[in-house]
């Protein structure tokens, strides 16, 4: 039995919601992530700052990250909540909304009325206004306010916050997702990493399309995937989540990634690993990698989620799955797979398609 603790990184209401073509309100999502706080999940990437018009899902993720400045304690141990990032722009926007809750009285605003445990998903957040709080202008002024008021802390409201930043390891889905080089984008997160670090921001690192690329084919190298992991760790960041974007990588592959990953002098508590279960290979994979001594794994409730810049490929590999399969190995996660199907059901009836996850399934018709 595997009698160690796996940590779960919940990235449903980023990764999962980004790719949906109706739009999804923000009480919904504010909702979503209320609720997978109480499931003993320890770690929600809540949403990203990233440009409107290339992903509008995310739009509302201020409202989002307010939400949660702005309310009670939701779970009875801290949660760290990530934050994704595409460049310094979206840095400053996170920090923009850090910074009033850093300004306003004991280091946090106003809290709206607070949700009880079985309110419904229309949560109404309307009376809780960002905008309307005074913010600074200057990147700079906002850095040193979203330091929070024991200055270099990421805590709020006995929370952790953290940010993620993304790069690939193909040259054409760089250029898709973040329109931008392989190398750009490394010159890019430098001084993001850097910044976000100095105000006490732990910063997690996404490689995409590290076991096969929808432009490229299924052939990523993974010594492109090791260098990058190297590099962006002296860069650095606190942890690199290597990401099966497409859903293609197999066994085989998985084992030769970790294994030149490890060759690259990569740690494995550095790693977390991300998989797309597109071809229903995220299991398997996952199999593979806790054989090689990786502790953390990326998934959605529910099954939610893709790519925009991905054609094709589906959800994350879902929560409760991986739950289901980590809790028959005999490792502990601290995830009541209950409570996570519940969620599951209800967050995909609530946009409209079905439920993703066959543990989910099966335990709510238990
Ligand atoms: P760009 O158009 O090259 O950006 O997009 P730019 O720097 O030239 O700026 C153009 C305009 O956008 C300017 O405004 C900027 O201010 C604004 P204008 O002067 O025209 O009015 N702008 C922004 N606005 C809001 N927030 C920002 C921001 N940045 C610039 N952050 C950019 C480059 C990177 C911004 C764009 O390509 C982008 O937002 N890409 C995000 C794509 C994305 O979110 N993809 C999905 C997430 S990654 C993923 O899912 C993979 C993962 O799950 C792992 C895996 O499975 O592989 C993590
Ligand atoms: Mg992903």
Redesign the pocket.
């Known amino acids: 039995a595997l009698a160690d603790h796996v940590r779960i990184v919940e990235?449903g209401p980023?990764?999962g919601l980004?790719?949906e073509k109706s739009s999804i309100s923000a009480e919904t999502k504010i909702e979503l992530v209320r609720r997978l706080a109480g499931t003993g999940l320890e770690t929600i990437e809540a949403g990203?700052?990233?440009?409107?018009?290339?992903?509008p899902q995310?739009a509302a993720s201020d409202r989002v990250l307010s939400s949660i400045l702005a309310g009670p304690p939701s779970s009875p141990h801290p949660i760290t909540y990530q934050w994704?990032?595409?460049?310094?722009?979206?840095?400053?926007?996170y920090f923009k909304v850090m910074d009033t809750a850093a300004s306003a009285p004991n280091g946090s605003p106003t809290p709206p009325p607070s949700p009880t445990q079985d309110s419904g998903p229309a949560m109404n957040t309307s009376s809780w206004d960002p905008n309307a709080m005074p913010s600074s202008t200057s990147a700079e002024d906002s850095m040193s306010k979203a330091r929070g008021s024991d200055s270099f802390s990421n805590e709020r409201n006995g929370h952790k916050h953290e940010v993620?930043i993304?790069l690939?390891a193909t040259e054409s889905?760089s250029k898709k997702?973040?329109?931008?080089s392989i190398q750009e984008s490394l010159d890019?997160f430098a001084p993001l990493m850097a910044d976000s670090r100095k105000a006490g921001y732990p910063v997690r690192a996404?490689?995409?399309?590290?076991l096969g690329c929808p432009f490229e084919g299924p052939d990523t190298d993974p010594h492109k995937v090791a260098d990058l992991a190297v590099k962006l760790l002296e860069m650095g960041a606190d942890e690199i989540?290597v990401?099966?974007?497409t859903g293609m990588g197999t066994a085989p592959q998985t084992r030769r990634l970790l294994q030149t990953l490890r060759e690259a002098g990569v740690r494995n508590e550095d790693i977390a690993m991300?998989f797309?279960d597109t071809f229903g290979q995220a299991l398997i994979n996952t199999m593979i990698s806790l054989d090689h001594g990786i502790r953390t794994f990326?998934s959605a409730v529910g099954g939610l989620?893709?790519?925009?810049?991905?054609p094709g490929?589906t959800g994350?590999v879902a929560t409760e799955d991986l739950v289901y399969t980590l809790h028959s190995l005999g490792a502990k996660t601290g995830v009541d797979l209950d409570e996570m199907s519940r969620i599951g059901e209800w967050i995909t009836g609530e946009i409209g398609k079905g439920n993703g996850s066959s543990a989910g399934r099966a335990t709510m018709s238990r």
């Open positions: 990235v980023r990764d980004q790719n990203s700052f990233v440009h409107p018009k290339w992903v995310m994704l990032l595409p460049n310094s722009r979206g840095l400053e926007n993620s993304f690939a889905f997702n973040t329109n931008c890019r996404y490689i995409s399309v590290a989540s990401a099966d974007t991300h797309h990326d989620g893709g790519c925009p810049y991905s490929a994350n």
